[in-house]
Every structure is written in C-alpha cells, then in structure tokens.
C-alpha cells in the first residue's frame, strides 16, 4: 500500500534497528547515574524516540516538546514558535533531545539555545537523521544515526504532508507523489 510510493529505501528497518542498539549503547554510558530528561520533538521523532529509549539501561524521564517555524511555508523566515511546550522544569537536568532528522538546523538551534536559557545542566543531542548539506545555521548534533543526502526522504518519523511517518524503513517518495503532472 504505502511502499508503492516509494522511489527506494534508503536505510532500512534493520539498519535502523542495528544503528539503535549501538547508540542506545552508548548512550547508556554517558547517562547512567544522571537520570536524563529525554525530549522528543514532536512528530517526527517518535518512533526514533520509542525505539532509542528501549535501548538506554538506565534511569530516564521522558518530555515531549512541539514547535514550528512560522512565516509562509515556502520560505521559512528562521523563527520558531513553541505549539506545546514541556511539563518538566530543566533546571540542572541533562537534556538529550532527540529528532527524526536535522536539515536548516533551526528547530534544534532554538530548543537547544532554550534549554541552555533555562538553565539545564547539559544538553546533548541525538539525530536518526544529519543532512548536512540543507544547513543553515551551526549546530551538530553529538550523536548521529546516519547522514542523508538532500533528497526528500519520509517514513521512520518523517512525513510528507503527514504521511509516511508509519513507514518502518527511511525511504525517498516517487517524484508522481510530490511533483503531480496536471
Ligand atoms: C521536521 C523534522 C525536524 C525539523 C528539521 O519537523 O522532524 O524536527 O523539521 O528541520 P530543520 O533542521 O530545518 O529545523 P517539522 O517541523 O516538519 O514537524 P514534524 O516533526 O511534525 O514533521
Ligand atoms: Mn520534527
Ligand atoms: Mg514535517
């Protein structure tokens, strides 16, 4: 049903789940004994965040966090407004921040500058996806699935017009789907 739209996969359901375990491993290390607050920026990043945070070994709280950049949606003007902000006070937490993908960079620039604003301890970041090429603004991320090329890539998280976000492998979308011949 859904793969019918696919052009291909480009990193499938096991690499995913392969890449997980690894840096879930890693990430059991950095965090043991510091009870992180874990926030998932909402949408994308939800099935990266259910499937990372089964692979931490150690004591964790999880937040969930919306935002938007606003302006028309052809041109992004770089801002970014928050939609739901966190239950959770930060002060002195060590954040990861988990995302689906980082393209301008600007969702996380914003969140991380406003983590630090709040007084968080520390704040890291872990990406399933770096596509450095579409980078507007300076921030890495210290941990990263898999860099991507600038194509338009859905599934695992990622949507186009929402949907596809159900899809269990990162894919690229026909160019029919996007780009109608009318
Ligand atoms: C996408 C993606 C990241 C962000 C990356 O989210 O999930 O959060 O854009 O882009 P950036 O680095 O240029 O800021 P989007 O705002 O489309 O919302 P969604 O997660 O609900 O799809
Ligand atoms: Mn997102
Ligand atoms: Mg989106």
């Known amino acids: 049903m859904l793969e019918k739209d696919i052009e291909k996969v480009l990193i499938s359901r096991e690499e995913i789940s392969q890449r997980c375990a690894e840096l879930g491993a890693v990430l059991t290390e950095e965090?043991?004994?510091?009870?992180?607050?874990?926030?998932?920026?909402?949408?994308g990043a939800v099935p990266?965040?259910?499937?990372?945070?089964?692979?931490m070994d150690c004591?964790?709280?999880?937040d969930f966090m919306d935002v938007s950049s606003y302006g028309n949606a052809l041109?992004?003007?770089?801002?970014?407004?928050?939609?739901k902000d966190l239950d959770t006070n930060v002060e002195g937490r060590d954040i990861l921040v988990v995302e689906d993908i980082i393209d301008s960079g600007r969702t996380l620039a914003y969140l991380?500058?406003?983590?630090?604003?709040?007084?968080?301890?520390?704040?890291k970041i872990v990406t399933l996806l770096d596509k450095q090429e579409g980078r507007v603004v300076d921030?890495?991320?210290d941990y990263v699935g898999f860099d991507v090329p600038n194509e338009f890539v859905v599934g695992y998280g990622l949507d186009f017009m929402g949907h596809?976000?159900?899809?269990?492998?990162?894919g690229v979308l026909k160019p029919s789907i996007y780009k109608p011949i009318n």
């Open 59 to 62: 004591q964790l709280e999880m």
């Open 139 to 141: 921030i890495k991320a």
């Open 112 to 123: 991380v500058d406003l983590f630090k604003y709040r007084k968080a301890n520390s704040v």
């Open 31 to 43: 965090y043991q004994g510091k009870n992180p607050l874990v926030i998932g920026v909402l949408t």
């Open 164 to 170: 596809y976000r159900n899809l269990p492998y990162v």
């Open 75 to 83: 041109v992004s003007s770089g801002e970014v407004k928050i939609i």
């Open 48 to 55: 990266f965040m259910a499937d990372i945070i089964r692979e």
